[in-house]
């Protein structure tokens, strides 16, 4: 997108075109407004016009341009804190709903893909993630049992079927959860356009917001070249927020992710490296994350972004850490590479706000966007449409509020992934 070919690597090879989208030059009338064109902004226009509600959708970009384009494709249950920790951060009545709402949203999202007909390369078959060293085992045990106890389709995996399920002896165990599963990610957000767009919803590209305010007690949203007034303003913006509600991007530290896909592998290579399609990640700090896809390449990535003296640096580790867990690919030849960025909040959870009277969204995914903001997305659909007031929401509303240091953070990040990666950071 936009002449980078490390913006969407892979995914904008392989993904299937997004319907036509034309930048707004009008000044039009809609019930609801939608800024942002991700999971969470499309689910919602999605839902929104399969009710019949009159919805426009506002992309700066492309669809699926941040986050939603450039992530690995897990479609993970939960978020990266422990299940317990939920309740503990936000209460019991918030933090048990939030659980109960992320715990089933894979299965929302293969709902949406079997009934819209979404080709997204689904695979079902769960995913693992994966234990380094006793350390790690602990972890995992712990997360099991936490998720057990709520009745969630988990399982924990010893080293031999660990090694027979991914294809290496790298790791000590395994945790295998059944609701997940990988997906081509910038295909799923294009395929929920194809859906949004046929039930009624009309999306423009290339149309950031510039100012929003209120005229005649409706909202009031501008770009350069148009404007909608609109009942309802749901704001999807999350980590790559600009515009008037910038807020949400500065409430986030930005983690740098990037992934790099090899050439398919040939049939023996790929009846022995993950034959079921599961996708991984890792329990290390700075973690490793990888998966296959249906042409059979290696999807491998890891914090990092491949610019500057990075791209280099990740590269090499990547091709040394790829030899090592996998012995077996021996010399290992990328196709593309890409990299993005994580909004990552001060307690890894997502959070709710209300940046006026109808001017609500969800953000703060934390690396967990495709269910979560396939989920907050309908939730946004039916609490415009009355079906779920704000007392039933998964979260309270809280104000934006920047964390300290956010800058220096994020140049740490960087930085401290390149020299771990220089390294040779190892299990």
Same mark, same amino acid.
């Given at each position: 997108m936009l002449n980078d070919p490390r913006s969407h690597g892979l995914w904008e090879k392989t993904a299937p075109l997004p319907p036509p989208a034309p930048r707004l030059a009008e000044y039009v009338s809609a019930d609801v407004v939608i800024v942002g064109g991700g999971y969470t902004g499309l689910s919602a226009a999605l839902h929104l016009a399969e009710a019949g509600v009159d919805v426009r959708l506002l992309e700066a970009a492309e669809i699926g341009f941040g986050g939603a384009g450039r992530n690995v494709g897990l479609i993970n249950a939960g978020m990266w804190v422990m299940p317990d920790d939920f309740p503990k951060e936000l209460g019991p009545v918030y933090g048990e709903k939030l659980l109960d709402l992320l715990g089933g949203a894979p299965y929302l999202v293969r709902e949406l893909i079997e009934k819209h007909g979404i080709a997204c390369e689904l695979e079902k078959n769960g995913t693992l993630h994966c234990a380094v060293g006793p350390a790690g085992m602990k972890e995992l045990e712990e997360r099991a049992r936490q998720w057990q106890k709520r009745g969630a389709p988990v399982t924990l995996l010893d080293s031999v079927e660990t090694e027979r399920r991914i294809g290496t002896r790298a790791y000590a165990g395994s945790l295998l959860d059944m609701r997940a599963g990988t997906l081509q990610p910038l295909a799923y957000a294009? *395929?929920? #356009? +194809? #859906? @949004? %767009? $046929? @039930? *009624? #919803? $009309?999306? +423009?590209? *290339? !149309? /950031? %917001?510039? !100012? /929003? *305010?209120? #005229? !005649?007690g409706r909202k009031v949203v501008t770009t350069a070249e148009g404007e909608v007034s609109a009942d309802w303003v749901i704001v999807a913006t999350d980590a790559y927020s600009t515009g008037p509600w910038e807020t949400v991007r500065r409430e986030q530290v930005h983690l740098p992710y990037f992934n790099l896909a090899t050439v398919p592998l040939g049939d023996n290579l790929r009846r022995s490296i993950l034959p079921n399609r599961e996708g991984c990640w890792d329990t290390k700090e700075i973690l490793s994350s990888f998966r296959m896809d249906q042409a059979g390449r290696l999807v491998f990535g890891s914090v990092g972004a491949l610019r500057g003296t990075g791209t280099a640096i990740h590269k090499a580790w990547a091709r040394r850490s790829l030899r090592r867990i996998f012995p077996q690919l021996g010399e290992v030849e990328f196709e593309a590479e890409w990299y993005g960025k994580i909004g990552m909040t001060d307690n890894a959870l997502p959070r709710f706000h209300k940046f006026g009277k109808n001017v609500i969204g969800f953000s703060g995914y934390n690396g967990r966007g495709i269910a979560p903001g396939t989920a907050f997305g309908r939730l946004l659909a039916r609490h415009v449409l009355g079906e779920v007031p704000e007392t039933d929401l998964p979260l309270p509303p809280t104000e934006p509020k920047e964390p300290g240091l956010r800058a220096l953070k994020e140049a740490y990040y960087e930085a401290g992934a390149q020299i771990a990666h220089f390294a040779g950071e190892r299990f």
């Open positions: 294009r *395929g929920l #356009a +194809h #859906a @949004a %767009v $046929k @039930a *009624g #919803a $009309k999306l +423009h590209t *290339g !149309s /950031a %917001v510039i !100012s /929003a *305010g209120e #005229a !005649s």
